[in-house]
């Protein structure tokens, strides 16, 4: 994995951004969050918080989002990546 850019040490952009490309696989599905919690087990107010900036969930509940998706959480993560 690349290193993070000087302005973001924390990662919190870069987990930022994957947020947001799950919040697109999932509306690529035409899934409400509501949907996403169902498939995935992750609780609706965790996917809403999130997807509104409101909390940074931990990587396993990203990657419980990502399997729901049948997205894999690398290809989230090489996406995010072309853009630093």
Known sequence: MSALPEDDPDGLRY????????????EKRGWSSLKLS???GVHHSVISRAENGERIPGV?????LCRALD??????CREVEKSW
Do not use: K, T
Request: proline share 4%; hydrophobic share 50%; net charge neutral.
């Open 38 to 40: 169902e498939v995935s």
């Open 15 to 26: 987990v930022a951004r994957v947020i947001e490309l799950i919040g697109e696989q999932r």
């Open 60 to 64: 396993p509940v990203l990657v419980r």
């Open 71 to 76: 997205v894999r959480f690398s290809d989230l």
